[in-house]
């Protein structure tokens, strides 16, 4: 099912800006950051500065419903995380000394 509500559609489970792959949560997470609409398109060229514009608008016209649905999103990642995470242990703690160890020299590097 797809419903289409001026610059934006849900489809498959999901809020997308006009017919791109863009997803909306993307674009209302860089500018609750405050990245500006121009900012903002440059990240997804898939999509015009007026696509960002819309989005925006649709956004705080139905700020309670998109709130709730990026909450339930979220939430949604967190439990798959979890259940990733316990299946594999191990493998998620070596990926996270990786990274931690990576960091550290990257860091490094900066300050030479």
């Known amino acids: 099912m797809q419903t289409i509500e001026g610059y934006v559609r849900f489809q498959h489970g999901g809020w997308y800006v ?3 792959g863009v997803q909306v949560y993307g674009v209302i997470a860089l500018w609750q950051q405050g990245f500006s609409p121009e900012e903002i398109q ?3 060229p898939a999509i015009s500065l007026k696509d960002v514009y819309g989005t925006i608008l649709y956004y ?3 700020r309670e419903q998109m709130d709730a649905f990026f909450r339930e999103q979220d939430a949604l990642f967190q439990q798959k995380k ?3 995470e316990a ?6 703690a070596e990926m996270r000394e990786r ?6 020299r990257e860091g490094q590097g900066r300050a030479s």
């Open 18 to 20: 006009g017919e791109s």
């Open 87 to 92: 299946q594999d242990p191990a493998f998620y």
């Open 99 to 104: 990274i931690a160890r990576f960091r550290e």
């Open 42 to 44: 440059s990240s997804f």
């Open 60 to 62: 705080l016209e139905h």
């Open 82 to 84: 979890a259940e990733s």
